[in-house]
């Protein structure tokens, strides 16, 4: 087989639309680049683009459609899959979405100049429907003072704007220089539907055991403690250990608090 070389400028380059097929067990099976008029993937047969297709997506698989499943607080979840279970997105194992629409897949991050993206929280899942709730997050924004939540929930780190200027308060002159801010377009959702925007992301000095390093987090105009993401915590390569309540960061093993609720803190002041 001999391969060919296009050697036309990039500008008069053609771009071709993106085929998602997404109606089998709650994933994206099809992912496609160029024009499919008229072909349609024979039933147990793999997909073949000669190398358009993204690796991650491009596998086919068989089944019927089937209907869209709701969680406890009456949030759509994905169809269930062939074993009977919630189907998860394949980038981050999410139950709310698939990899079409994951913030963190490649191919999403690369066609948002502004990275804007939708994150769904599920840290407040039992608050949700509480009356009592407003007491108990108050409690957890308190016992979280100097301390990220990890949250492996949440694929996008997040912080209340009250928490963070506590934050900021007990940091040191030099520090406080090296607390940057820029814009976000980012918006959160919770577990009982309510949706805000971020008001701006912000790059945070902090201590992790014995090494210095930032954080950076949007900040929203609700009050809730410092969510530490699950894809902060694998850019981390954070080893959680259950059994002695420590996590491994970077070959340091971490004691771990635990909040009044449950979840676990992580220290990141001095």
């Not at 220089?177 to 805000?196: L, M, P």
Request: hydrophobic share 30%.
């Amino acid at each position: 087989m001999r391969a060919e070389i296009c050697t036309c400028p990039v500008s008069v380059v053609k771009s071709e639309p993106v085929l998602w097929n997404e109606n089998i067990g709650g994933e994206e099976l099809l992912y496609v680049r160029g024009n499919q008029r008229g072909r349609t993937p024979v039933r147990g047969d793999a997909v073949r683009d000669r190398g358009h297709s993204s690796g991650r997506y491009s596998r086919y698989s068989t089944g019927s459609a089937r209907s869209y499943t709701l969680s406890s607080t009456g949030r759509r979840q994905n169809p269930l899959g062939p074993d009977g279970k919630v189907s998860s997105c394949l980038v981050c194992n999410s139950r709310f979405h698939w990899a079409r629409d994951c913030p963190d897949a490649y191919e999403n991050l690369g066609s948002r100049k502004d990275h804007s993206e939708t994150v769904h929280l599920s840290l407040f899942m039992g608050y949700a429907g509480d009356a009592s709730s407003g007491g108990k997050l108050q409690k957890l924004v308190e016992e979280s003072k100097g301390c990220a939540v990890l949250d492996t929930g949440c694929s996008t780190t997040v912080c209340g704007q009250e928490w963070m200027k506590y934050y900021i308060s007990e940091l040191s002159d030099h520090e406080c220089e090296n607390v940057t801010e820029e814009k976000s377009s980012s918006t959160f959702t919770f577990a009982d539907g309510v949706t805000i925007s971020s008001v701006k992301r912000v790059t945070l000095p902090c201590h992790i055991g014995n090494m210095c390093s930032t954080i950076v987090t949007d900040a929203v105009d609700c009050n809730i403690p410092l969510l530490l993401s699950k894809r902060s915590m694998k850019k981390a390569k954070m080893v959680m250990n259950f059994e002695t309540d420590q996590v491994k960061i970077c070959g340091n093993i971490i004691d771990l608090k635990s909040s009044s609720s449950g979840h676990y803190l992580l220290p990141i002041s001095l």
